[in-house]
């Protein structure tokens, strides 16, 4: 079955550039979509089509996305991003399913 | 603004079935689609369900296949996920999430916690 693969956690100071990577065979075809999950709420969408930033989500996020890998940037981090970071894309053999990386915990100190 | 309200926590025994609903606001799901993610304690985010932008039926994925059910009333506005067979590594918080049609989760439910325990 097809998986995203993403580092378990990456530790970043105050003010600093944190980069989540997240890697699958099928990304030059299918778009890449990020999530936050802070501890005890819900997911919410940070990054969608690759590069796209929803209303509301701070422009210290950006996403990009090169052959085989997505990466979401944190640029300036601060203690409220303290969270789990998933991307999430779709299978593109046969059944369009969707698939989400193992997530990255960011630790923000 | 969307907005997504999912049913209250639910206790179940090993084999028993479980409904969770969730409930949408601001769109209809006519509009929107439904996908359905668990989170297990410890683990990450797992993909259950949800709509394929290529047909646009609902697809699920393969470790659920034959155990669960995915509908919509919208009448009501009111999508359901129905988990049969109830082990103890079900035990989870469920949500739902919408998609406007694109084939991604959007906007999230707050999350409904499900215990299988004997």
């Known amino acids: 079955s097809y998986e995203l693969t993403q580092p378990p956690s990456v530790s970043v100071s105050p003010g600093q550039t944190a980069r989540i990577t997240c890697s699958g065979d099928e990304l030059p075809k299918k778009y890449a979509y990020w999530y936050q999950q802070k501890s005890g709420q819900a997911p919410v969408l940070v990054i969608y089509e690759d590069t796209k930033r929803p209303t509301g989500v701070p422009e210290r996020f950006s996403g990009s996305s090169s052959g085989t890998m997505a990466t979401l940037t944190i640029s300036g981090a601060q203690v409220d991003d303290e969270a789990d970071y998933y991307c999430?894309?779709?299978?593109?053999?046969?059944?369009?399913?969707?698939?989400f990386g193992g997530g990255t915990k960011v630790t923000v100190l | 603004q969307v907005q997504v309200v999912q049913s209250g926590a639910e206790v179940r025994k090993p084999g028993a079935s479980v409904k969770v609903s969730c409930k949408v606001s601001?769109?209809?799901?006519?509009?929107?689609?439904i996908h359905w993610v668990r989170r297990a304690p410890g683990k990450g985010l797992e993909y259950m369900g949800g709509?394929?932008?290529?047909?646009?039926?609902?697809i699920y994925a393969q470790k659920f296949q034959g155990r669960v059910t995915m509908t919509k009333d919208t009448t009501t506005d009111t999508a359901y996920m129905e988990l049969r067979t109830l082990k103890s590594d079900d035990t989870a918080v469920y949500y739902c999430?919408?998609?406007?049609?694109?084939?991604?989760?959007?906007?999230w439910g707050q999350g409904t916690l499900v215990t299988v325990s004997s």
């Open positions: 709509f394929d932008p290529e047909d646009g039926e609902i």
């Open positions: 999430a919408t998609d406007p049609l694109r084939g991604y989760p959007d906007y």
């Open positions: 999430y894309s779709i299978d593109n053999s046969g059944l369009h399913r969707g698939v």
């Open positions: 601001g769109y209809t799901l006519t509009e929107l689609s």
